[in-house]
């Protein structure tokens, strides 16, 4: 009898041990579909315990199944997307109204900050400027007045004779243009940055980035390759010839992919005339002459991240050669209507088009010219 109540009484304890090892694991989660995986240095609260998550990043999910993170002194913001490579996060306004938010931005008291910022002075303007193309915020704007946001020194000047300045603001922006904006509705997701844990490279190495343990905020990379052998070169060594060549056919399948989507990419642009009479609205071109090779190399680059976060959130296919973007390939954008392209591909059609391969538009032609009218 005696012998029994031992047994359950072992049985009993090695249940919860196990249940308490197991709740104490740290997986990926998100608050629904679409929504940003959670990792470390992030911890969903309800759903991944207190020591999968670094102090200062704690998220949680509303009932709406959005990501939320709470800045200590700006309150709430909707989570966009996370590159845990880059140690990017995107945020944005739940309530539809970034640019409020922004007026009263404060990241003192939080681990982030922002990765390029662009200074955008608001005004209140009794008249509705929309006619010479400055664009309005729509959720700051009434009836009887129109709120503007310019980082153009001469939008600036043209709207401080005439509107009344809210406040200068730097705001954290995803991109930073070799020409000042002329006005904006600033409704894009904020880019932040954090700088420690410092779990970048981990990630890079296929790691698992976490902390060494409970009591204090030192990390550690977990499940990497030792010695520098990778894991499928390991297998290989296993498994004999028969990995090895599945290796060789997915290298030769890659390398045959790559050189048909540039083939395509030369393809589109032989064929730029009689292709963007179907592919592209019908506008009128600005010029006919491609575009020197300084003023291609100052529009911006960008590598992409894991999460290949663009300004356009609808921007995944390059136009030019009508390929899905991926991780770590290399975007240039044209300053004036945000369109992205693979930056091979735009580089070849600016240096034959002075035009925007999507919207027609001329790369040279600044919208604030109207101003001076």
């Known amino acids: 009898m005696d012998t029994t109540k031992t047994n359950l009484l072992f049985l009993f304890n090695l249940v919860l041990f196990v249940d308490y090892s197991f709740s104490q694991l740290c997986f990926d989660s998100s608050c629904g579909v679409g929504e940003p995986t959670i990792r470390f240095p992030f911890q969903l609260q309800n759903l991944q315990p207190k020591s999968c998550g670094y102090p200062g990043f704690n998220l949680s999910c509303k009932a709406s199944q959005q990501t939320v993170i709470g800045l ?3 309150g709430q913001f909707t989570v966009q997307g996370i590159d845990y490579q880059m140690q990017h996060i995107w945020l944005n306004d739940p309530d539809s109204c970034l640019p409020r938010r922004l007026l009263t931005l404060n990241l003192s008291g ?4 922002g990765y390029f910022y662009q200074s955008f002075a608001f005004f209140n303007c009794t008249f509705d400027y929309t006619k010479y193309k400055l664009n309005p915020i729509g959720c700051l ?5 129109t709120v503007f946001a310019s980082s153009s020194e001469r939008a600036v000047s043209f709207l401080a004779s005439r ?4 406040s200068s603001v730097d705001v954290p922006v995803q991109w930073t243009f070799p020409e000042p904006v002329a006005t904006s509705d600033l409704s894009e997701d904020i880019l932040l940055s954090w700088a420690a844990p410092l779990c970048g490279r981990c990630e890079t190495r296929g790691g698992r980035c976490g902390l060494k343990s409970n009591s204090s905020t030192d990390t550690e990379c977990t499940h990497t390759s030792r010695r520098g052998l990778p894991r499928g070169a390991r297998y290989a060594i296993i ?3 028969g990995v090895p060549a599945l290796l060789f056919l997915v290298g ?3 390398c045959l992919c790559g050189k048909v989507k540039r083939l395509a990419c030369r393809r589109r642009l032989r064929s730029v005339d009689s292709a963007s009479s179907a592919a592209v609205a019908p506008q009128s071109l600005v010029t006919t002459d491609g575009l020197d090779s300084s003023t291609i190399e100052s529009y911006p680059k960008t590598i992409l991240g894991e999460s290949r976060r663009l300004p356009k959130p609808d921007d995944s296919i390059c136009s030019i050669c009508l390929s899905e973007y991926k991780p770590k390939e290399t975007l240039r954008s044209i300053p004036e209507c945000q369109h992205c392209f693979h930056a091979d591909c735009v580089d070849q059609w ?5 035009s925007c391969p999507v919207c027609r538009n001329s790369p040279k032609r600044m919208s604030i010219d109207i101003l001076v009218s």
């Open 239 to 241: 498994a004999g010839a």
């Open 141 to 145: 704007s009434g009836q009887n007045y």
């Open 350 to 354: 600016l240096k034959l088009k002075a």
């Open 110 to 113: 939080s681990p982030f900050s």
């Open 163 to 166: 509107c009344s300045l809210i």
């Open 252 to 254: 030769l399948v890659c």
């Open 72 to 74: 200590p002194n700006s």
